[in-house]
């Protein structure tokens, strides 16, 4: 028993990571495709020991599967995502081309999964930086409503791609021998630096991807009017998303109840021991599967306040985990096609 | 005529920023004394083209000074400062052993000068994440009285000093090759990693850097009540802090009105203009006076905020310019001793 798997954009980060991912969870595979661009076909990639030839992502390789993950961006979801659901293929995509459409459930398992009964064959992953952020914030709400979050964000150049994590290598030898780090794929120099600006600029001063921290979590909590501000800026850091969050509830919540919430959320690990030095960084938390709080403690400006650091794994619960989180929660719901001659 | 004066931590990274930044500034200096730990004695400095040998900071050594800036670490301050002070010679003293005491004027030129008349010998110069900060808030309140600041950090290993630089760079070199990062100076490892902690934790659940800003801000703006919540973070950057930062106002500020205040203020370059990717980055400021303002814009979470991103060299606005303006304004102010021959 399994489903037949197509993975658009197998060559990159997120697609790597899926494929691990599947492996980890052991999803049940009945059949694999592995997709991408017509530079990468003919690359050799392994699965549970066997060895697959990535073929180009085109409408026909997206016949005959239940399910494909898509992360290879906009502009290929934009062009055959609508050709997959026509074929009769669910399409979890990791792209932010449909995020926002009314009809397509953007899901975080831990948060919403009931919404994945309303899906008409896409379901979108949510941006990395927000998965994080709202398995934290929903946890936190059954402790008192959310009047306002304010977040600023150290996104690691994994967020931008493989090139953009070559690059960051490439730069840091660079200013270890004494050059001068040059921008290739990124627009600024990012070894040893920060660039405050992620995605293109909107016309209220945001970037794109500071809204979509702001839309994306409104709709994820199904709270249209959720006050939320984000600054997000680029870390020279591989892998792995960093948050300092500061919260304003409605009533007073101790930062005692606010641990122990958090320790038994679902997906939640709480490293918050100061007097030990613990606390979640991002270089240790590359390669795990949690959202990891620490730093959580009151508000000195603000009586209703909370704030605290979340750290996680981007190309994981920011995108690979959760979109294979999803797939599993179809599965649950029998809401995917499900093959009856396994792979293996 | 000149000033007889001495540097004490003369050979770390402020102490090597504070003589640049005399030179530069063309202070008038009529005697200098380097001084620092025994295990820097004999090293040799230069200034405005002269050799000088560094001396032990000792009570003895710091006779015969009109003015010294000490930026030797809590410790040293502690136990030379009153010393010199009893010598008649008048302190800004880097540390933070004395930023709080009631007797102690806690100067940031740009918006408190004028509380240098009630010296008693001791000026103490503000913690550098504090020292940008309220240069832009003070600016600011002209608009409207503030309510509320949320900062977030991102702070540069040279806060640290010359070690953790040293560090960053010989861990970057060991990830690069391969291997692990092995923290010495710095707890844990920094290369391509954050550390959301700076400074020791004190009760509240905030470190003390973040209590900093918070205290700091009350004393210099002059607002015992100022609300202000910051997590500080050590970032993989050499030099130059960076803060994303939320203002609520008691009424709405329009960026416009904003950016062109930010504009006139002394101290401050606004870069910031979105079309053109243009937002101050830390690397690109290192060595320079200004506090950069870029990321202007209206806050989607409060109808009275606004956010917005601060870059300044933490070694000059944050430490040794800072210090050295501190020394002109008493010089103007006729609050120094001056001799009447000069060094050249």
Known sequence: MGVRLAIVGATGVVGQAMLQTLESRDFPVANLKLLASARSVGERMTFRGASYTVEEATPENLGDCDLALFSAGNPVSEALVPHAVARGCVVIDNSSAFRLKSDVPLVVPEVNAHVLSHHRGIIANPNCSTAQLVVVLHALRTLAPIERVVVSTYQSVSGAGKEAMEELLAQSAAVLAGESPVPQHVRHPIAFNLIPAIDHFLDNGYTKEEMKLTLETRKILDEPAFRLTATAVRVPVLVGHSEAVTVEFAHPVSVESARQTLACADGIV????????????????????????????????????????????????????????????????????VQTSSLT
Do not use: M
């Open 270 to 337: 709480v490293e918050d021991d100061p007097v030990r030095h613990i606390y979640p960084r991002p270089y240790e938390k590359a390669g795990h599967d949690p959202v990891y709080v620490g730093r959580i403690r009151g508000d000195v400006s603000h009586p209703c306040g909370l704030n605290f650091w979340v750290v996680a794994d981007n190309l994981r619960k920011g995108a690979a985990l959760n979109a294979v989180q999803i797939a599993e929660a179809l599965l649950t719901r029998q809401l995917l096609r």
